[in-house]
């Protein structure tokens, strides 16, 4: 374990994370909401322990293991944290507590998009952009951007390490481009592209510009912060949900799968590499559940007339649904108040997620997909004990490698799920609010059922860093943060 070259990477982390204070400053000026200082000093106190950090080891140039990348990372997000956390108790509006400070800075990082803050319509301009900065960061992994733009080309070495670390999963492409640093940036080129175009989308369909550009940092980083108590209810406008609608499902894909495509067409314009998309078996499954939690919802919401005519029950059902499913968290409506068969079914849509390098929570798409197919081999093999039966998806033969590790990962996700449940509850919430808040923190959704339906402001202090350990443990998927936690891991 080189611990200097942690301590190195981590200053040097921070001074670039202090550069994120300077556009909320901006907006500040600009509104003369005269919030400008907190920003001010927040980017200075940043940015000294950044450069306290990195100046005493300024001159280790070890090469970063895979080892180092995992501490360099939950590092990195806990001290991203409690440093993002810093303008929410240096505001006088809202003046947030440190409990509450850090549980909104790692809720907007990790996207999860749990709020303790009431009465977003009346706070300055400056801190509703920084929620929503935040978030934005977090979507696709402030340190995929670092190793894209500036660090790991200074520290002059390779960058798969902390990649690994930052984005697991079962399956991905670790290597769009011959270099990390390229791959890095082609992501970071898409995942800017489709906020640009969110933000375009959101502001033709009536949205103001400062909205449109807020609402789609949220979307595309799957995240569900809004400017609004009442999020995108307060539009009230179905060209709008029908914007977001498309940008959060575009999200939930592959971006992997999204770069192909686009390098495809880059090639030479043809619609037949668009099929791209429906080619892999991860998308056709992922469009398969979203459209069945879409007709199932939209049915429930018809036939106990949760609102009076059936457009407005589908327009809600598509738009909660692919909200949910997707782990964005955004509402235009109490859908936790809705009748309990969809409430649930919304909220166990959740567990499923996104798909596998994109900006959503949850299990991940690909993973059920290989649970399946494994469950559905061990039946066979009942039926045929000798038949050597392989797991594919789509054309490929998965390793039984890859196999194993999705259901290590799955009994480790239910096993925190469990403890984490259990312990909220023993502080005394109901069972509903514990199951749903760790539901909606382990997935990085936001909005839970019952207490936590429309903010988490109501719970006390013990219940909200068990929850902002389950937001960390879904936004590194599970291994990343418990690795840590692992004696062999600290072993030589």
Not at 125 to 130: K, M
Not at 364 to 376: C, D, H, P, S, T
Request: aromatic share 12%; proline share 4%.
């Amino acid at each position: 374990m080189h611990l200097t070259v942690v301590q190195r990477i981590l200053g040097l982390l921070l001074m670039l994370f202090s550069a994120t204070m300077l556009p909320p400053l901006g907006v500040s000026l600009l509104y003369g909401d005269g919030a400008w200082y907190t920003f001010l000093v927040a980017f200075g106190i940043t940015l000294a322990v950044g450069v306290a950090s990195w100046l005493p080891v300024r001159h280790q140039h070890r090469e970063l293991r895979l080892r180092d990348g995992f501490v360099v990372v939950v590092m990195f997000w806990a001290v991203l944290s409690a440093t993002g956390a810093l303008p929410f108790v240096l505001a006088e509006h809202p003046h947030l507590s440190l409990t509450d400070a850090f549980f909104e800075s790692i809720s907007g990082l990790t996207t999860t998009g749990a709020t303790v803050i009431t009465g977003l319509d009346g706070l300055p301009e400056s801190i509703l952009y920084y929620r929503q900065q935040l978030q934005w960061l977090g979507g696709m992994g402030i340190i995929v951007l670092a190793v894209a733009v500036a660090v790991l080309p200074m520290l002059g070495i390779g960058g798969m390490q902390l990649y690994k670390a930052e984005t697991p999963g079962p399956i991905k492409d670790s290597k769009l481009t011959p270099r990390i640093t390229e791959t890095a940036k082609a992501l970071w080129f898409i995942y800017l592209g489709l906020t640009v175009a969110c933000a375009l989308g959101y502001w033709l369909a009536g949205m103001s510009a400062f909205d449109a550009l807020a609402h789609a940092f949220s979307t595309v980083a799957i995240g569900g912060f809004s400017t609004h108590d009442a999020s995108m209810g307060y539009f009230d406008n179905t060209a709008i949900y029908l914007v977001g609608v498309v940008f959060m499902f575009l999200a939930g894909v592959n971006f992997a799968l999204h770069f192909s495509v686009v390098r495809s067409i880059g090639k030479g314009f043809d619609w037949r590499a668009l099929a791209g998309y429906w080619r892999d078996s991860e998308f056709r499954f992922y469009v398969l559940l979203m459209l069945l939690v879409v007709v199932a919802t939209t049915a429930g919401l018809h036939f106990t007339a949760t609102h009076e005519y059936f457009h407005e029950n589908f327009v809600h059902g598509l738009f909660q649904a692919v909200s949910i499913g997707t782990t964005t968290g955004f509402t235009t409506a109490e859908w936790h108040n809705w009748p309990g068969f969809v409430a649930i079914l919304l909220l166990f849509s959740s567990f499923v997620g996104g798909c596998a390098g994109s900006t959503g929570g949850g299990i991940k798409v690909i993973r059920f997909l290989l649970l399946i197919k494994q469950g559905a081999r061990e039946i066979l093999r009942l039926i045929h004990p000798n038949a050597q039966i392989p797991v594919r998806v789509g054309e490929k033969t998965i390793p039984p490698r890859v196999v194993e590790a999705v259901w290590g990962f799955f009994a480790l996700y239910v096993a925190s799920f469990t403890v984490m449940c259990l312990a909220l509850a023993a502080t005394g919430i109901d069972l509903m609010t514990a199951f749903s808040a760790v539901a909606a923190s382990i997935n990085n959704l936001g909005p839970g059922l019952e207490n936590v339906g429309a903010n988490y402001a109501g719970l006390h202090d013990p219940a909200k860093w068990i929850l902002c350990f389950a937001m960390l443990l879904g936004r590194l998927e599970i291994f990343t943060l418990l690795v840590l936690l692992s004696p062999a891991f600290w072993q030589r």
